[in-house]
């Protein structure tokens, strides 16, 4: 009983069969408390045009006044000339797991008359977080990395019923490789049913016309059937058409919902016949954020580091591309570390240089000011000298000086 149940060789596809429990298969627990322990962390970026309820509903999807309410931060504020980042940082707590939310927004897009360039101060901040990331990837000491990378960007669609503007798809080509693209069509409540569909059919035409890649929850084959066809499902209905509210309402039927109330009727929030929020949050928050943290890791962050890398000269076998060697990776930080110093030691030299040419225009500057100085003295002793001169061959010639010369030089001869 005690010999191994196969002799033959080891072989990856190879599966054995145990003889009795082991314990491994408590792994999955061992995880889940370890990461209850650290507490999560998830990154969501809200980029549209101003005024399309992105703030309500960050709010609504986390149930929480995550934005202040906007008469506090004041609607007269000077509106701004460029795109601006904004991070809100909040930790949230459901059932003991805790949750570190960040979220980015972008206020000012598309709110110019010209939104030609809108996209790129939100493009440099997802890879300036990615460089941050690869930066503390690159110390010796990696125990403490902050992950700020955005695992998520909820794309406002305005309910215009047409089809994407040129300003979205120039947004969506321009980020489809940096992150994980979710578009949504905002206030969804001022479109009808049958306008929502169309709409929704000339996004995705729109989408599948500039080979925009959006984000697409997986289901894997370890998933039941119920899970696979929620995902199907969730899946069925993007781009979200979506509405927000954090205020409760109260129905015809006398409930109270999160929702908004109009003449004719009240929208709510959660009612997935009324709009598209619950399978959104469903997707976002219950679902697929994990998820959507390990895209961004895998294929997002990696893609643009293996760029970067690419970019500083080193080459890499897309093929084996997976399979990690310890020594390549050793030598591709090292050269990453190294193109770093070079950069660094340019860096200093041009500032050293720059510090340098300011301080001799100084020089240059405050010598012509001594000369200047200098020469002023040096024609007024002249003068004093000349007028000296005169007086002196005045009185020896026995001619009187003038009145002027009298006062200045000869007071006594008044008395
Ligand atoms: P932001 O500038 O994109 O953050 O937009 P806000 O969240 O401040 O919303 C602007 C206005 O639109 C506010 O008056 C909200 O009450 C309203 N609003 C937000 N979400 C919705 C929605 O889903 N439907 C409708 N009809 N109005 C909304």
Redesign the pocket.
């Known amino acids: 009983p005690n010999t191994p149940p196969t002799s033959k060789p080891m072989s990856g596809a190879l599966r054995k069969k145990l003889q009795g429990y082991v314990g491994f298969a408590n792994l999955p627990n061992q995880v889940h408390r370890k990461s209850v322990k650290k507490g999560f962390n998830f990154t969501i970026m809200?980029v549209?045009?101003?005024?399309?309820?992105?703030?309500?509903?960050?709010?609504?999807l986390f149930n929480a006044p995550l934005?202040p309410p906007?008469e506090a931060v004041g609607l007269s504020q000077e509106s701004p000339k460029t795109v601006g980042i904004q991070v809100l940082n909040t930790e949230i707590e459901e059932n003991g797991v805790r949750l570190q939310l960040n979220v980015v927004?972008t206020?000012g897009f598309g709110d110019f008359i010209n939104n030609e360039e809108s996209w790129k101060p939100i493009l440099e901040t997802i890879e300036s977080r990615f460089d941050a990331y690869l930066e503390q990837e690159n110390r010796v000491n990696r125990s403490k990395i902050t992950d700020t990378r955005v695992n998520a960007c909820l794309y406002?669609i305005a309910?215009t019923g047409h089809s994407l503007k040129a300003l979205d798809i120039e947004f969506m080509k321009r980020l489809h490789n940096k992150v994980n693209l979710i578009p949504v069509i905002?206030?969804?409540?001022?479109m009808t049913n049958e306008e929502v569909a169309a709409f929704k059919e000339r996004i995705l035409m729109d989408i599948a016309h500039h080979n925009i890649k959006i984000y697409h929850a997986q289901h894997y084959d370890c998933d039941d059937q119920e899970t696979i066809n929620e995902t199907k499902d969730v899946m069925s209905k993007v781009p979200f058409a979506?509405?927000?509210?954090d205020?409760a309402v109260e129905t015809s039927d006398g409930r109270v919902v999160r929702g908004?109330s109009y003449p004719w009727g009240t929208?709510e929030?959660d009612n997935e016949d009324h709009?598209d929020f619950v399978k959104l949050r469903q997707m976002l928050v219950r679902t697929h954020m994990e998820e959507l943290r390990e895209f961004t890791n895998d294929i997002h962050y990696e893609n643009y580091r293996t760029e970067k890398l690419v970019g500083l000269g080193y080459q890499q076998d897309q093929t084996v591309f997976r399979e990690i060697d310890p020594l390549a990776k050793l030598a591709e930080e090292r050269a990453l570390h190294e193109a770093k110093l070079v950069k660094m030691e340019q860096d200093m030299k041009s500032v050293f240089q720059q510090k340098v040419q300011e301080k001799e225009a100084k020089l240059t500057q405050s010598e012509a000011e001594l000369y200047a100085k200098h020469k002023e003295m040096k024609d007024a002793l002249e003068k004093q000298r000349l007028d000296l001169e005169e007086k002196k061959r005045r009185i020896e010639q026995g001619r009187p000086i003038t009145p002027e010369k009298k006062k200045k030089g000869f007071g006594f001869a008044n008395k």
């Not at 549209?48 to 609504?60: A, I, Q």
């Open positions: 809200v549209g045009e101003s005024g399309l309820g992105k703030s309500t509903l960050v709010n609504t934005y906007k927004d206020p406002f309910p905002a206030k969804s409540d001022t979506i509405v927000g509210s205020k908004r929208i929030v709009c």
